[in-house]
C-alpha cells in the first residue's frame, strides 16, 4: 500500500469537486485498512473513509487528513445460509461497484435489489445511508455488515438489527458516525421471493406483465434512470451527471405543517405529495417543494445549478466548479423554501472539510 500526498480528491467524486486530500491510501485488503489506519494513529490524522465518492461534497480547501479509499474487491461467495435451503447468503467485498453486485444477484435470479440498479457507489457505501430507490431499500436485503471497529481496534460483524437502519440512515451515519468501516457486506434472499413492484413508472413500464424476472426490473430500472440523468456512464457523462444524486432528503414534518401548507397552497398549484409515515408523520416531496419554490429543472447560477431532468440533482454544469458555489446555491434553495413553506430542506450527501 502506498500512501501518498496532497492528493486532489475531485476526480474520485461523481460532482468532480473539491480540493486534496494531505495523505490518500487505495486500500485492497482488510490488512492494508489496519496499516493505514496504524498510519493515521501515528501522526495523529483524522480519517476519512472513500467509497466511489457518489455520496459526497468535498471543500475547496481539502482534508487536512488521511483518506482511505475501499478498493477490497476480490470474489462475491454464494452459498444457502445455514440451516435452510430456500435462503441464500452473498458475501460482497466493500469494493466491489455497487451496481455490479446488482446485476450478479439479478442473473442468478434473486429478487430484493433490482430496484436499486444503476445506484453509483461502492457495497460498502451501501448500507450507509441504506440506500433506496423506486420502493426498495438495502436493508430489506442486508443480512450482516463486516466492520473495522476504529474504536476497538478490531473487526466485527454487525447485524441488520444492530445497523439500526432507517430512511437514509443507519449507525454509519447517525449515533456511530466515523467509528465503522466497512469490509464487506452479506446479503440474504429468499429463493421464492418474486418481485414486487411499488413504484408507478416501474408498474407503468411493465404493464400488465404479471412477476417480471429481476433481471427484466434491473434494466428497467436502469432505463428509468438514465432518462432522469441518474445513471452515470462514464463515457457519455454530461453536466446533468456531475452531480451526488439527489443533494436533498425528503423531509418528514409534523401533520400540522402540512396543513398550513395546503392553506397557502393557490389553486393552481396542483396536489402536493405526500406520504403517511409509520410514527403519524407525513412525508413531504422535496422536488415539490422546491419547484413551487421557483426553482425549475436547468436552473443555472454560474457555474453551478439543477439537473436538467431532475430538480433535486444539484450539478457542476462547467466542470471546473468549486465547493462555495455549490453550497451558496443549497443555502438558496434551502433559505427560499425556508420562506415559502416552513420546511427545512437537510442536505443528503455527506461534506467533508
Ligand atoms: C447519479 C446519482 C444517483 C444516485 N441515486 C441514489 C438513489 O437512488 N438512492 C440512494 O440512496 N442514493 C443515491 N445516490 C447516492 C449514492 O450513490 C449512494 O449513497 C452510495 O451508496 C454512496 O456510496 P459510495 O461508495 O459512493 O460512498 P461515498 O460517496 O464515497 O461516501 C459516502 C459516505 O459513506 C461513507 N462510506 C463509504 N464507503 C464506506 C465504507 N466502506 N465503510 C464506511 N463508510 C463508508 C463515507 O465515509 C461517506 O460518509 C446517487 C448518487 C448519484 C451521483
Redesign the pocket.
Same mark, same amino acid.
Given at each position: 500500500m502506498t500512501i501518498e500526498e496532497n492528493v486532489l480528491l475531485a476526480p474520485y *467524486? *461523481?460532482l468532480k469537486i473539491g480540493g486534496p486530500a494531505r495523505y490518500f491510501a487505495k486500500v485492497a485488503t482488510e490488512d492494508e485498512l489496519v496499516e493505514a489506519v496504524r498510519f493515521a494513529r501515528g501522526l495523529g490524522l483524522p480519517l !476519512? %473513509?472513500? @467509497?466511489? &465518492?457518489?455520496?459526497?461534497v468535498v471543500a475547496d480547501r481539502g482534508f487536512d487528513g488521511l483518506v482511505v479509499q475501499?478498493a477490497i474487491t476480490g470474489k462475491v461467495f454464494a452459498g444457502s445460509a445455514s440451516g435452510s435451503t430456500m435462503r441464500i447468503l452473498f458475501q460482497v467485498p /466493500?469494493g466491489i461497484d455497487?451496481d455490479t453486485f446488482v446485476a450478479i444477484a439479478c442473473e442468478a435470479g434473486y429478487a430484493g435489489v433490482e430496484c436499486?440498479a @444503476?445506484?453509483? @457507489? +461502492?457495497v460498502?457505501?451501501?448500507p %450507509?445511508?441504506?440506500? @433506496? /430507490?423506486y420502493g426498495q431499500e438495502v436493508s430489506q436485503t442486508i443480512h450482516t455488515v463486516r #466492520?473495522f471497529d476504529l474504536e476497538a481496534h478490531d473487526f466485527v460483524d454487525l447485524s441488520a438489527k444492530e445497523c439500526e437502519f432507517g430512511y437514509?440512515r443507519s449507525i !454509519?451515519?447517525t449515533s456511530q458516525r466515523g467509528r !465503522? #468501516? %466497512? +469490509?464487506r457486506v452479506v446479503f440474504e434472499f429468499d429463493l421464492d421471493t418474486l418481485v414486487r413492484l411499488n413504484y408507478e413508472d416501474l408498474k407503468r413500464h411493465f404493464g400488465d406483465k404479471p412477476n417480471p424476472r429481476p433481471l427484466e426490473v434491473y434494466r428497467a430500472v436502469r432505463e428509468i434512470?438514465a432518462g432522469k &440523468?441518474?445513471?452515470?456512464d462514464p463515457e457519455t457523462a454530461g453536466p446533468d $451527471?456531475r452531480? /451526488? &444524486?439527489?443533494f436533498f432528503k425528503n423531509p418528514v414534518v409534523s401533520t400540522r405543517v402540512v396543513t398550513d401548507i395546503l392553506e397557502t397552497l393557490a389553486p393552481d398549484e396542483g396536489t402536493m405529495p405526500q406520504w403517511p409515515t409509520d410514527d403519524g408523520k407525513v412525508k413531504l416531496a422535496a422536488a415539490w417543494l422546491i419547484e413551487h419554490s421557483g426553482f425549475k429543472k436547468g436552473y443555472a447560477q454560474g457555474r453551478v445549478g439543477i439537473s436538467s431532468r431532475h430538480t433535486l /440533482?444539484l450539478i457542476n454544469r462547467t466542470g471546473d466548479a468549486t465547493c462555495d458555489e455549490l453550497l451558496r446555491l443549497r443555502d438558496l434553495i434551502v433559505l427560499t423554501v425556508e420562506q415559502r413553506f416552513g420546511v427545512t430542506l437537510a442536505m $443528503?450527501? #455527506?461534506m467533508l472539510g
Open positions: *467524486t *461523481t !476519512f %473513509v472513500l @467509497g466511489g &465518492g457518489s455520496n459526497l475501499i /466493500a455497487w436499486l @444503476g445506484i453509483p @457507489g +461502492t460498502g457505501g451501501s %450507509v445511508q441504506n440506500i @433506496g /430507490a #466492520v437514509r !454509519f451515519n !465503522f #468501516v %466497512v +469490509t434512470r &440523468g441518474m445513471l452515470i $451527471e452531480s /451526488a &444524486g439527489s /440533482a $443528503e450527501p #455527506v
